[in-house]
């Protein structure tokens, strides 16, 4: 069965911080999608990133970043110099390449950036 | 681009009661779906549409909920009835088609169950 763990259930920082997320996840599949999500408080799941499990490369995104780890499985994501329009609820995600668009979520990191 | 719309945004009803909410996808996505949000979880997939067909709904409770979507754009979920642990964010999210994984979400319709 297929599982994403973001253990880290809030954190709270001091704007211009620099804040990571992790985010684990579990299959036994070898071809599979990871995503981020960020869901601000009007509620809309915003997508971010998505990545295939054949390219560990990371990538930069202005004050983002995400680190993959084939070996520990895992899918960080950084936010460079944090800013209050950054606080939200951000979800890690999974999908495998058989059931691509069944999408599976954790349970999401809440973010508070404070002025 | 107009975005997912979806209405009611709040909805309050008492267990047992029936409820039904409303998504229209972005126009042209032919992949639609609907996800319970529970408190302080990630979205679950309850069902997803291709066009009018049902692609997958392995996740639905199917002796209380059902949706539709008849002329493959609108779609509707219902509840009937309604228990207490149904209270949850219901968020619908379109895709140009089910082999494109960026989906597009809604802002969602808060129920509460009493």
């Known amino acids: 069965a297929q599982k994403v763990t973001q253990a880290q259930t809030e954190i709270s920082v001091v704007e211009k911080e620099d804040v990571t997320l992790d985010c684990v996840y579990e299959?036994?599949?070898?071809?599979?999608?990871l995503f981020w999500y960020k869901q601000p408080p009007s509620g809309e799941l915003v997508f971010l990133i998505r990545r295939n499990s054949f390219d560990e490369q990371n990538e930069i995104s202005g004050r983002y970043s995400w680190n993959f780890q084939k070996s520990t499985s895992s899918f960080n994501f950084t936010i460079t110099a944090s800013q209050v329009v950054d606080s939200a609820v951000y979800f890690c995600?999974?999908?495998?390449?058989?059931?691509?668009?069944?999408?599976?979520f954790g349970s999401g990191t809440r973010l508070s950036i404070r002025p | 681009e107009a975005g997912v719309a979806q209405s009611p945004r709040y909805k309050i009803i008492e267990k047992r009661q029936s409820v039904a909410f409303w998504c229209n996808p972005i126009s042209g996505h032919a992949t639609l779906y609907w996800y319970q949000q529970i408190l302080g979880q990630g979205p679950k997939l309850l069902i997803q549409f291709q066009n009018n067909g049902v692609v997958d709904d392995s996740q639905l409770p199917k002796d209380r909920f059902s949706a539709e979507r008849l002329k493959g754009v609108d779609s509707t979920l219902k509840i009937q009835p309604a228990k207490l642990e149904d209270s949850a964010v219901y968020l619908c999210?379109?895709?140009?088609?089910?082999?494109?994984?960026?989906?597009?979400f809604g802002p969602g319709t808060r129920l509460t169950v009493t």
């Open positions: 995600a999974l999908a495998l390449y058989s059931s691509a668009s069944k999408i599976i």
């Open positions: 299959t036994r599949d070898t071809t599979y999608y």
């Open positions: 999210a379109s895709s140009l088609s089910q082999d494109l994984y960026e989906q597009y």
